[in-house]
């Protein structure tokens, strides 16, 4: 169970000094202090838990942020900063003391430099939306979380988020050129700049996976990207997990870098193929999407590869998608693939671990077993090319014990990630889930 | 944490929170265990940002 400081006493008995000053500081409208208006705010994407705050503020500028910053460091009111809600791991969980800093106002993409390949966003402009504003061009931002149509990337450098195209792209913190930075004390700090590596220290590193925990990101530098000429995405499918971890690992060890190489189990490919009609392979125990991109010769030649390799681990089935359309169904499936579990089971925990690929199969075969000694359904889907584990813990959070139970059972899979090697979180960050 | 990091690893990760955010007031109650989820308080503590 997550534990959560005591609330300061100090602060809830002078709630209503703390509104009246927050409103002096920002326009009508953005001060939320009202219970039934402050409700969609008590939880994010880790919604097993909930806790209403003192009050959420949405600015529409930096200076704003800086002023509320100010006013809550010289009244010892805590902050939590939040982007769309989506965190995984309770990163935007408020606390009953706390000022929530709502950043979706934020929505502008300010300048788009193809010259140069950045963009200048406000940290309220969606994952997607950046993508969204520079793809007439040819162009895209690389790295993609599942939640990208919603998440922020303000959220993305608070948990250095990652997504299935990272394993050749990179993750936030490959992406991002520069960070306006507002401190706690409400001074606006510029790091990095336009361009990849600046003089001095690695500020950025810093920044951008700090959990809001520094400073909260009002405006970022993105890298932007000339879209690839194309891709093609292909099915593997295979008789159990644990030859299909042998393969990914092949594939990874051969020094081939797919765009994605995802992995989805028996569980996880009948939720996900009941509502995306993907064609997937109904009668394996485990699938790989691995998706390819460049010219139509570099295609056929990396898949010709993977192909050779995938038939050293007896698959059942090898499908190269056709058409757009068949990829675009494949990555509907994946990219759905949380919501698709949440028709199955009334919860889940999703886990993040990472692990080294080569020990991929030993991993999967220990998840199993703990699956049959918890009593509890277990669904794997995850970027299994950089080795970033998302076990599903199915439960019922209704049900004191269950919930307990898949507690207890993720924490089992986070120690085991650190002992073969690997960590306890990959892109959706510590938040109050992993402190422990 | 307490898995992944050693007692001195956490302790050196909980200055630099506390050298941009003394009074632990920005997202605190996370990524840190609970115990550990306070300013950082060694004899030498890092100094105040000014």
């Known amino acids: 169970m997550i534990a959560l400081p005591l609330p300061k006493a100090d602060v809830l008995i002078r709630r209503d000094a703390v509104h009246a000053g927050l409103r002096v500081l920002l326009p009508e409208g953005c001060v ?95 994952n997607l939306g950046i993508t969204g504003a520079v793809e007439a061009e040819g162009f895209f931002y690389a790295p993609d979380p ?81 879209a690839p000429e194309g891709t093609r995405a292909m099915l593997a499918a ?32 009948h939720a996900c193929e009941a509502f995306a009609h993907a064609g997937y392979p109904l009668d394996a125990e485990a699938m790989l999407i691995i998706e ?76 199993g077993e703990m699956s049959v000694q918890y009593g509890l359904q277990v669904a794997n889907i995850f970027h299994a090319g950089d080795g970033n584990l998302h076990p599903l813990i199915m439960f019922d959070a209704n049900d004191p014990a269950s919930m307990h139970k898949a507690e207890a059972f993720g924490a089992e899979i986070l120690c085991l990630c650190v002992e073969v090697g690997g960590c306890l979180t990959g892109e959706h960050g510590v938040g109050v889930e992993n402190a422990i | 944490m307490r898995v992944q990091f050693t007692e001195i690893e956490l302790e050196q990760q909980r200055r630099v929170k506390s050298a941009f955010d003394p009074e632990w007031l920005l997202n605190t109650a996370k990524v840190f265990p609970l115990q550990a989820n306070t300013p950082s308080a060694g004899p030498d503590d890092l100094p105040r940002a000014a």
């Open chain 1, 32 to 126: 939320i202090t009202d219970p039934t208006r402050l409700k969609p705010y008590e939880t994010d994407g880790l919604s097993a838990y909930r806790q209403m705050p003192l009050a959420v503020v949405l600015p529409e500028t930096t200076e704003q942020v800086a002023a509320v910053l100010r006013f809550c460091h010289e009244n010892g009111v805590r902050v939590v900063p939040r982007g769309a809600g989506t965190s995984l791991s309770g990163g935007a969980l408020p606390l009953a003391d706390a000022v929530v800093i709502g950043m979706m106002r934020m929505n502008q993409v300010i300048e788009v430099n193809y010259r140069d390949r950045y963009a200048v966003v406000r940290a309220g402009v969606t």
């Open chain 1, 146 to 226: 599942s939640s990208q149509l919603a998440c922020m990337i303000g959220g993305n450098i608070g948990m250095n988020s990652g997504g299935a195209h990272c394993l050749k792209y990179g993750v936030t913190a490959n992406n991002v050129l520069g960070v306006r930075l507002v401190t706690i004390e409400g001074e606006i700090l510029e790091l990095g700049g336009t361009h990849l590596d600046t003089a001095g220290y690695d500020w950025l590193g810093i920044v951008i996976g700090s959990e809001g925990q520094l400073g909260i990101a009002t405006e970022i530098t993105v890298r932007i990207l000339r």
């Open chain 1, 238 to 269: 295979f008789e159990g997990n644990e030859v299909a971890g042998a393969c990914v690992a092949a594939i990874i060890g051969s020094g081939i870098i797919p765009v994605a190489l995802e992995f989805m189990d028996r569980p996880a490919i």
């Open chain 1, 292 to 367: 390819v991109e460049g010219s139509v010769a570099e295609q056929d030649w990396l898949l010709g590869q993977i192909k050779e390799i995938c038939a050293g681990f007896n698959p059942i089935s090898l499908k190269v998608s056709q058409s757009a359309e068949e990829s675009a169904a494949i990555w509907k499936g994946r990219k759905g693939a949380f919501g698709a579990i949440g028709r199955i089971s009334p919860d889940y925990l999703c886990m993040d671990g990472v692990i080294p690929t080569s020990t991929l199969p030993m991993v999967l075969r220990r998840i």
